[in-house]
């Protein structure tokens, strides 16, 4: 757009009156907003005694895990929409003929290299099964770099431990949405990281 | 000249070409969209997709009579005073409504189809159909049928455009697909006993609009967005085919035929089309290495001094001989000669080791698969020639070496498969210097003094001349293994040329000095060019 254009239209800004070229009122504004502050409830926790709560699971955007279907099998389909919409290029995937007579693919192999991602969340909005979604687990911590690449397995096992906790999301917000969402997050969190 | 309209631009066409609606209308930058006409199969009109407005032009009184319905497009050939109306509502809703139809039947499971991304019916729908989807019919799932040991058949994907069933009984003339069943039950399938099994069936995956039909050695081995694409030539015969060079991160994933009329139309055969996997094949030699005098190990060495000691020694090592494979491209030969000759001023130049298998194979669509399994051997020819009037072939050498006319020898290889045996290697171990370039190792390599690895065939860049005299020019598609200096580069610093090996300034230095190899020296198209009659018009 042109600066010339007749959609834009040009303000001139205000010449300051005497409130604010005294700077008192802005000053006692301030300062208000410190005082205010000093009152109110903290939203700062003494971590890792104390775990911080997470607002939201639904939309926090945390640890990956992979879901499972009804029989308890990777509900991924290979089909690398993830490793696509992923922009900084952590997912790796080996795609291969599936077992299982009703379904056409699956990941051989599937992970992910934690310590690449950003946690943008854009793999989760990419897959068309739902397979993949992150979590509210916020500390994540290893020995190595190569503890850090979540294999299949890992993934899936970090569903198992957060199934109950944080249901799939798309049961969720086909039971009503984030009303129906029990409060108890943060809980299974300490168990993924290094630990495994 | 014949005058045709399209969406109101007037396009002229040649006296004498025979060209369909569809076809003029690509030339005016108008794509009718369409499913079962394909340029080199016989026209069924059937999918419907094509179907378009037309009309005549009175050529006296300049007026315009139309059409009352929609015709298609493949089947209208385009004349004088042909008017094509592609953008009108009737068109675009006849467009959106084939679209439905054959959406009706089809599993949307775009997300695990390997064609995804380089679909038509994707394509097609993204631009000419409806937004929703007013029936759900069909399960995710599609039915899976196996129709031979390259291809397989997604039945549901099918949206019965038969170019599969047109190609195996015009162009391979084996017509092993067939359609099964009537009306909305209709199936591509074979007959039983008689799998889809020729030399070309990996064309019918490439002719398949949609997902139907997916190559076995490609499915689920990638997507293809993730592909990046490099015109090549294939190298496994001497019939030059032009291909496209499918690879992502330095590994190949699959070959495509590249439309070039004057050399294999839309086709190859499946011995090039899976005649990439010798290229990540463990056993390749992967490093430079020098006998070391004392045992039979190999050190191995830094190519910067390959460049160096190779000359040292074979200088030293008296009478070479040098094997020109015609798997080189025309520079790489060119240079190699030219560095024998500075090594020694009598280096006698041999044609190398012509690998043969077979007879030439014809299919009716006018496709031939050579038994020359070589593309180059015309060029390295014309390169020999240029320094050495006689023409010796690797038989020659075979013989002079055993009859012990050298004392060295330089051989170029860089074949794919296994291609001389132990008797014919042994006079070799004779000589007191013995350069073999391969791919993998051999009875020749295993006495070689010096073994240098080789590159591919889609490592390599520059020129092949096939069996018709047409030269073809193609850059590098992936970069050859770690450890690996194709030939280009050995000998481009052999030479002591400074910076990185340029194939085009070799080729005019090539052009400049041979009346055979003259038109090189211009513009290349993708097509290639002719040697001969470049020849002809210079006589």
Redesign the interface.
């Known amino acids: 757009m042109k600066p010339t254009d007749p959609a834009i239209t040009w303000l001139e800004e205000k010449p300051l009156g005497l409130t604010e070229r005294l700077y008192l009122p802005l000053f006692l504004q301030g300062l208000s907003t410190t005082a205010r502050h000093m009152v109110s409830r903290k939203v700062t926790v003494n971590y890792p005694e104390v775990r911080p709560t997470v607002g939201n699971p639904l939309i926090y955007r945390g640890v990956h895990r992979l879901n499972r279907d009804d029989a308890g099998r990777v509900k991924c389909v290979a089909c690398f929409l993830c490793a696509t919409a992923c922009p900084a290029h952590c997912i790796d995937i080996v795609a291969t003929e599936s077992p299982w007579p009703d379904r056409e693919k699956y990941p051989e192999s599937f992970s992910i290299d934690e310590l690449r991602c950003i946690f943008c969340g854009m793999c989760e909005e990419a897959c068309p099964v739902d397979a993949i979604e992150l979590t509210s687990l916020l500390d994540l911590t290893g020995k190595s770099r190569e503890e850090m690449i979540f294999d299949k397995e890992k993934l899936l096992s970090v569903y198992d431990m957060t199934k109950d906790a944080e249901p799939m999301k798309s049961k969720t917000l086909a039971a009503g949405g984030m009303a129906t969402f029990g409060s108890a997050p943060g809980s299974p969190a300490a168990a993924v990281g290094g630990h495994h | 000249m014949p005058t045709v309209i399209v969406d109101g631009k007037e396009i002229e066409i040649g006296a004498h070409e025979r060209l369909n609606c569809i076809e003029v209308a690509r030339r005016a930058g108008v794509e009718i969209p369409h499913y079962c006409w394909h340029p080199g199969l016989s026209v069924v009109a059937s999918c419907r997709m094509c179907l378009i407005e037309t009309g005549t032009r009175d050529a006296a009184t300049g007026k315009i009579t139309m059409m009352p319905k929609l015709v298609p497009g493949c089947q209208t050939p385009a004349k004088d005073g042909t008017v094509i109306v592609t953008d009108t509502a009737l068109v675009k809703d006849s467009r959106a409504r084939v679209e439905e139809a054959l959406l009706i039947d089809h599993p949307i499971?775009c997300?695990?189809c390997d064609k995804a991304g380089e679909c038509l019916l994707q394509d097609y729908h993204f631009e000419h159909g409806q937004a929703e989807r007013r029936t759900d019919l069909n399960p995710f799932?599609?039915r899976?049928r196996d129709v031979g040991p390259t291809v397989t058949l997604f039945v549901d994907r099918c949206i019965m455009c038969t170019r599969c069933v047109r190609f195996t009984r015009e162009v391979s003339g084996t017509s092993e697909l067939m359609v099964v069943n009537r009306g909305s039950k209709e199936e591509i399938s074979v007959f039983p006993g008689y799998p889809l099994d020729n030399k070309l069936s990996g064309n019918v995956v490439d002719l398949c609009p949609v997902g139907a039909l997916g190559d076995k050695d490609f499915?689920?081995?990638q997507?293809v967005?993730?592909l990046k694409r490099e015109s090549n030539v294939c190298g496994g015969c001497s019939a030059g085919c032009s291909i496209v060079t499918e690879h992502n991160q330095d590994t190949v994933y699959r070959l495509k035929p590249r439309e070039n009329p004057h050399v294999n139309k839309w086709w190859i055969c499946d011995d090039g089309r899976y005649g990439w996997h010798h290229l990540h094949d463990p056993a390749r030699l992967l490093s430079a290495g020098r006998l070391v005098s004392s045992n039979d190990d190999r050190e191995a060495v830094e190519w910067s001094d390959v460049t160096t000691r190779l000359r040292q020694e074979l200088s030293g090592a008296g009478r070479l001989a040098v094997a020109v494979s015609p798997m080189l491209t025309i520079e790489e030969a060119w240079m190699l000669c030219a560095v024998a000759r500075s090594i020694d001023q009598q280096a006698a130049l041999f044609v190398g080791h012509v690998p043969v298998s077979g007879e030439d194979e014809s299919f009716p669509g006018g496709f031939t698969i050579r038994a020359e399994k070589c593309p180059n051997r015309r060029g390295v020819e014309a390169v020999v020639a240029l320094f050495q009037s006689e023409e010796r072939s690797w038989s020659d050498l075979v013989a002079a070496v055993g009859a012990g006319e050298f004392d060295s020898a330089w051989i170029t290889a860089g074949y794919p498969h296994a291609w001389i045996d132990d008797t014919t290697a042994a006079p070799f171990g004779r000589l007191r210097a013995l350069v073999v370039q391969d791919l993998f190792e051999s009875p020749l390599s295993k006495l070689a003094t010096w073994r240098l690895p080789a590159a591919g065939f889609a490592e390599r860049a520059g020129t092949w001349v096939n069996a018709a005299h047409r030269a073809q020019v193609f850059a590098a598609a992936v970069r050859a293994p770690a450890g690996v200096w194709p030939e280009g580069r050995l000998y481009w610093n052999m030479l002591g040329r400074r910076g990185l090996y340029d194939p085009a300034a070799v080729r005019r230095q090539i052009a400049e000095s041979s009346a055979t190899l003259a038109a090189l020296g211009g513009e290349i198209p993708a097509v290639g060019v002719d040697l001969r009659i470049d020849q002809i018009a210079s006589s």
């Open positions: 499971d997300s695990i799932h599609s899976r499915l689920y081995q997507r967005w993730f």
